[in-house]
């Protein structure tokens, strides 16, 4: 479904986009997408790692695990992240966390966000090739997919982010957010325009974060 969405495109509201878990019938989506030149394990590290939010993240500088995930973190893992399969911490699948989310980032007041990772999977994108249409070369990525806890039929949400080479050492970062319920139209509404702007600080934020230590 990232295909959907344009590249370098700010953060935005969208028609909904069906997610993993949560599938159809959405009442609508954010999505942004940004280049980001580092890899998509390297991007895919910091966002999986609750101790890195701090130093990149001011819409979201505290992560809290709530309940460590009853995977075995090397089965989901890329090969190249092996390094922090020992930890306890990772926002790997079966995971419950907590967002401490600064709507205003210049605030000590925040709001908590109760999430779970439903998907952590590497997938395959096929490129479009010349002017015939024909594909062209496969690229490889890595897809992450959070969820609020529990069922509330007033409002719940489903947050996909891919991390797709771009076959110049770097990638496309993606992002869609689909919402359910009537709470949406109160969400775009009342904190709309914090929403978006809390989203841009994370995009660029992660951005910064990878590209300096790629």
């Given at each position: 479904?990232?295909?959907?969405?344009?590249?370098?495109?700010?953060?935005?509201?969208?028609a909904a986009i069906p997610t993993p878990t949560l599938g159809t019938g959405g009442s609508g989506s954010v999505v942004f997408s940004t280049a980001i030149a580092a890899t998509p394990a390297r991007c895919l590290e910091i966002v999986l790692n609750p101790t890195t939010y701090p130093s990149w993240n001011k819409w979201v500088p505290r992560v809290v695990v709530t309940s460590a995930s009853p995977t075995s973190a090397p089965s989901v893992l890329p090969e190249s992240l092996a390094q922090l399969a020992t930890s306890q911490q990772l926002l790997v699948p079966g995971t419950k966390f907590c967002f401490e989310v600064h709507m205003d980032p210049d605030s000590a007041s925040f709001r908590k966000t109760d999430l779970e990772v439903t998907v952590l999977e590497a997938f395959e994108e096929q490129q479009r090739g010349g002017s015939d249409g024909e594909?062209?070369?496969?690229?490889?990525?890595?897809?992450?997919?959070?969820?609020?806890?529990?069922?509330?039929?007033?409002?719940?949400?489903?947050?996909v982010?891919?991390?797709?080479?771009?076959?110049?050492?770097?990638?496309?970062?993606t992002n869609y957010e689909t919402f359910h319920g009537p709470l949406t139209f109160a969400v775009k509404t009342f904190v709309g325009k914090q929403l978006m702007a809390g989203l841009t600080l994370w995009m660029n934020g992660l951005k910064a974060a990878a590209e300096a230590t790629s």
């Open positions: 479904m990232a295909d959907q969405i344009p590249p370098n495109q700010a953060p935005v509201f969208v594909h062209g070369d496969s690229r490889k990525g890595w897809r992450v997919v959070w969820k609020t806890q529990g069922d509330p039929w007033y409002l719940r949400a489903e947050r982010q891919e991390f797709l080479e771009d076959g110049a050492g770097g990638c496309l970062y």
